[in-house]
């Protein structure tokens, strides 16, 4: 049976909108209906909560939406300062660092792309049943490392990951050895920088423990005005481009973190379309 999993997202939502001094988090969720298959209509996120304290506490958080396409995370942490280990169900070191950018634009679409640029945990958890994830993960400023077993598949998952500066460019890059019926390797590199009114990111993931091609994403995200913010965005698998995605999104910020996100575009064959009510946190 796949992990039960539905209460735990929505206590994690729930946490955000009460916003709990003893809590800090960092991500977003969202209500909305999409054109993608079997997500017509919409509760998700992406979000990691942590305890505010040093010593002895809990991380938790999510990414997904309500239903079989989500994965959830908790574990039992101990924080010192900005380094932390956790034990549990972390998040894996490979997805904190050089996420693919599509999930922020259109999550519906994000979730049956999660091959490409995400960790073998996230793909097999959304994609496989009885794929329960369970390890240790460490954490510092600008790198994470994690080791995770798959029982029922025999499966051991090392991810590192890091980011750093590089002159007027941000740099993350990450690499994940996957240990099971075969030995495989994930791994990804992301620079970004500032160009004119905006955000330029390029995004390299070379995905054969998932069993899919390389792939290349680029995103330009700018503002149109003080409310108003525009992300175009490609993402093309380079050895079957005809299954690329190119995307169109807008965030309309109507209070504080709130916005109307609304998106479209043209990914293997099919029209593509989105609207979500967005809080930020």
């Known amino acids: 049976m796949k992990r039960i999993a539905l209460l735990p997202l929505v206590l994690c939502f729930a946490s955000a909108a009460q916003a709990e ?12 209906g999409s054109t993608v298959e079997d997500q017509d209509v919409w509760l998700g996120g992406d979000g990691t909560w942590r ?7 809990l991380t938790f958080g999510a990414f997904g939406t309500l239903g079989r396409e989500h994965e959830t995370y908790a574990a039992l942490s101990y924080s010192l300062g900005s380094a ?9 070191a490979y997805d904190s660092f050089a996420r693919p950018l599509i999930s922020n634009v259109m999550l519906p679409e994000a979730l ?14 959304i994609n496989v049943d009885n794929y329960l994830p369970y390890g240790l993960r460490y954490s510092d400023t600008g790198m994470a490392l994690s080791l995770h077993y798959v029982e029922d598949y025999d499966t051991t998952v090392l991810g590192l990951g890091g980011g750093w500066n590089a002159g007027d460019w941000r740099i993350e890059a990450a690499l994940e050895y996957i240990d099971g019926d075969g030995s495989d390797a994930n791994a990804k590199v992301q620079g970004s920088r500032v160009l004119g009114p905006g955000e330029i990111t390029g995004t390299f993931s070379y995905n054969e423990a998932n069993d899919a091609p390389a792939a290349m994403e680029l995103a330009y995200r700018h503002a149109l005005s003080d ?7 490609v993402s093309v698998p380079i050895e079957e481009p005809e299954d690329g995605v190119a995307l169109l999104g807008a ?16 990914g293997a064959g099919d029209g593509l379309a989105n609207a979500a009510l967005r809080f930020e946190f």
Request: glycine share 16%; aromatic share 10%; with cysteine.
């Open 21 to 32: 001094p003893w809590l800090t988090g960092d991500g977003w969720i969202a209500l909305g």
């Open 51 to 57: 305890t505010a304290w040093n010593g002895l506490g």
């Open 84 to 92: 932390c280990y956790e034990i549990g169900n972390p998040r894996p």
């Open 112 to 125: 049956i792309r999660t091959e490409s640029g995400f960790s073998r945990l996230t793909d097999g958890t």
């Open 227 to 233: 409310r108003v913010a525009l992300t175009e965005l």
């Open 251 to 266: 965030n309309i910020y109507l209070r504080g973190s709130t916005s109307l996100d609304v998106s479209g575009g043209y």
